[in-house]
């Protein structure tokens, strides 16, 4: 479920060391499944641990992760860099904001997993978002833009050249194309 590197799991070791006896780490996210997702690690004393927690072992200690947070760090990844102005502990969960679907799940599951972890965090920089409203029997995905997407004068290039390009990349023999029905409406909320 998680990795975590050598050089993290050393440096949670020496960080621990100065914990009470028995104390592990916790690894959990916040929000888990949503677009405001945060993931995180704290310290986890022997009383905090829960009857429904899992536990990860690893070199000297144990990851703690409650059963609300596990579905949202498959695939998370722990690494601990030191460089020349400092250290820095990374915590990658690349489905924090949406839960892992399976290869066999429906199409519109599997593209909505797509499109809410590798589609939206690009557009919430420019405070847009988009949602598959459904996907046709001719395998068009039929997209909802919201945000700073609606009325942005570059809605047609975000939509040709990034979104369908990475759907029918993805999904070549099931997408065959997409469409937006948004009723686009320059306002202040718009991005240009």
């Known amino acids: 479920m998680i990795r975590i590197s050598e050089a993290a799991q050393s440096h949670f070791q020496k960080l621990l060391a100065d914990q009470p006896e028995g104390t592990n780490i916790r690894v959990f996210v916040v929000n888990p499944g949503m677009p405001n997702a945060e993931c995180g690690v704290s310290y986890c004393p022997p009383d905090s641990v829960e009857p429904d927690d899992e536990r990860l072992p690893f070199n000297g200690f144990d990851a703690v992760v409650d ?12 690494d601990f860099e030191e460089q020349e102005l400092g250290s820095q502990l ?15 799940a429906p199409l519109i599951d599997r593209v909505e997993y797509v499109i809410q972890v590798e589609i939206n965090p690009q557009l919430a920089n420019h405070g847009g978002q988009v949602m598959v409203t459904e996907i046709t029997d001719s395998g068009v995905a039929v ?8 009325g942005c004068s570059m809605i047609d290039v975000t939509l040709k050249n990034g979104i369908e390009k990475e759907l029918l990349e993805r999904f070549p023999d099931e997408i065959t194309g997409v469409r937006d029905v948004t009723e686009h409406e320059h306002g ?3 991005y240009y």
């Open 67 to 78: 059963s609300g947070s596990a579905p949202f760090l498959e695939d998370a990844a722990i």
């Open 90 to 104: 990374t915590l990658k969960a690349p489905n924090a904001k949406a839960r892992k679907v399976a290869d066999d």
């Open 143 to 150: 997209l909802q833009f919201g945000g700073g997407c609606n």
């Open 188 to 190: 202040e909320h718009s």
